[in-house]
């Protein structure tokens, strides 16, 4: 089955640095969605990768998904009290047609103003 | 984008007793999915709620504990049966109108079991 580990667990970070959240899969990826989720809420879509060295952006936070499709990474600049929050990628296995969701760990973002 | 609603938001309930939880979204869409997500743990797919037909269960996840509904293209239920206090979670569901396609989650609804 597929197993996404994300890193760093937990991140305290202070108002207005960068920082990076990293999401590896044991297997090639065929679509990686990158969530947030407020404590206790429902998870809002940020963004989803499918090509192999695909790159998006949303206001300041990029994700990018590496060639061989098995790590993403997502890069908050100049982060905010509002970036906090709990971020999951979510992964697509790789077989056409299947589109369940396979959720990482978690890393739970602490901004400090 | 799907907009989803969920109810109810939120319920304590007594072991032994069940409950329903009811997922609509706004417009039509292919694939309907049951999460849970335990306290400070990730999300786990519970099944896919197909329209017509009985729902594709996760390993682990049985049809007499997590009966579902799916009568229409908008609309899933969720019954969380025979309540036991490991049952307190957060229940979301999603949908997403096919392969690649943005799967969009509801708010979700927390349960504690007593």
């Known amino acids: 089955s597929q197993e996404l580990e994300q890193s760093p667990q937990s991140l305290i970070v202070q108002e207005g640095k960068n920082l990076t959240i990293n999401c590896t899969s044991s297997?090639?990826?065929?679509?990686l969605y990158w969530y947030k989720q407020k404590y206790g809420e429902g998870l809002i879509f940020l963004m989803m990768l499918q090509k192999g060295g695909e790159e998006k952006s949303h206001e300041k936070i990029t994700a990018k998904l590496d060639e061989k499709k098995q790590q993403s990474s997502l890069h908050i600049t100049a982060s905010q009290p509002s970036h906090a929050g709990i971020y999951l990628c979510g992964a697509v296995p790789f077989n056409f047609g299947n589109e369940k969701l396979t959720f990482g760990t978690g890393t739970r973002l602490t901004i400090i103003p | 984008s799907a907009v989803i609603s969920q109810k109810p938001s939120r319920d304590i309930c007594q072991r032994g007793t069940s409950l329903t939880i009811q997922c609509q979204v706004d417009s039509q869409v292919t694939m309907m999915f049951w999460y849970r997500q335990q306290p400070g743990q990730s999300l786990t797919l519970i099944a896919t709620?197909?329209?017509?037909?009985?729902?594709?269960?996760e390993s682990g996840f049985v049809i007499d504990k997590f009966p579902i509904s799916r009568p229409n293209l908008t609309f899933s239920t969720l019954t969380v049966s025979n309540m036991s206090p490991e049952d307190s979670s957060i229940y979301l569901c999603?949908?997403?109108?096919?392969?690649?396609?943005?799967?969009?989650f509801g708010p979700g609804t927390r349960l504690t079991v007593l």
């Open positions: 999603s949908a997403g109108t096919g392969p690649f396609d943005t799967q969009y």
């Open positions: 297997k090639t990826l065929y679509g």
């Open positions: 709620a197909n329209q017509g037909s009985e729902a594709t269960y």
